[in-house]
């Protein structure tokens, strides 16, 4: 295969060029490639997006979500490789369930799927789980997901048999103690609708002391879903320190702020909640200036029983992975906060560095993991067309800009838009 006057942007540059694809792997870049292909000159060729917080919800919760369901959004989002956190029934905390998803996940055959094992048996923070043998199973990294490891001792030790095996505890920060049953994040909005707040330190606490073990241990840690100022403050100080810290944030917390949930609409729901817009402005300031690594989805879909409820009772959760690129695109590069090369960065470069991916990068021997945009096209976000069966989303209606039109996973046309 052959992609003639690709307009390739890499997170440390572009260039125009043919590409030739061989094997799955791309085997020449070179201004002009003589032979038939197809002809990209229309759109923007970026390296395979990797998403390294995705619920397949496979097994257990089919009916919310599985992997052939999940995989088509993803590829629909341009995603090439997903990571599959481990909240599924049973828990991703052994060797057999790692090497089911990754065994489904080739049967199904779109894009690659990386399970992620649980820290503790079963996620029930009592002991610690199978870790070298998921390993050996395939899981990239190892994460309590929707909870924190309450007992410091046992995440200290995680953190320790993790690295014994060249893999990092991913930490969903939450001392659920204090967050109390708390729906929203506290303040005007939670005292508008009369919901149950939750305080930032809620997530800040659990952040400073994942900070506090990776710099006495010496060790990695990589820190999900950053929602709050406070939080980004402690981990940009941690990185001056040198304290080896990741840390990603999603789509919602950059274009959503808590005055989203003034209509009760349960999809604004999410965990950690949608915070105020000193916080949105902060999760901006952090892509900037490197404090944080990685855009992830966190997608999170539902059955729509799971939502169509009163607002306490409903579900957390966004389904992302369709939106991902487009919501990013147009409310950081077309507005002039980050170039597309930064953003190339944070959705594939940075995540394959941060848990030892192959991919992120277009360049000769590399896996022909290629996402093809259209960037000026506008369009309107509709749940109902979401190839994912969880239409959960806060975006219906929204504008953005960005179209995925192809990808290609190791030398093979996943998704083509029609």
Known sequence: MIFKHANIVNADGRMQADILVENGRIARIAPCIEGEGIDVSAYTMLPGLIDMHVHLREPGFERKEDIASGTRAAVKGGFTQVCCMPNTNPVIDNKVVVTYIKARAKEVGLCKVHPIGAISKGQQGQELAAIGAMKAAGAVALSEDGKSVLSTKLMANAMQYAADFSLKCLCHCEDSSLVDGGVVNEGYY????????????????????????????????????ISTYSGIQLIREAKARGVRVTAETCPHYFTLTDAAIADFDTNTKVNPPLREERDRLAVIAGLQDGTLDCIVTDHAPHHEDDKNVEYDLAAFGISGLETSFALSYTQLVRSGEMTLEALVGKMSANPAVVLGLTGGRICEGAPADLTLVSLDEEWTIDPQQFVSKGKNSPFGGRKVFGRVKMTVVDGEIKYKER
């Open 190 to 225: 939670s005292t508008l609708t009369g919901l149950k707040g939750s305080l930032r330190a809620a997530e800040d606490i659990i952040i400073a002391r994942e900070l506090c073990l990776a710099e006495s241990l010496d060790l990695p840690v990589h820190i999900c879903h």
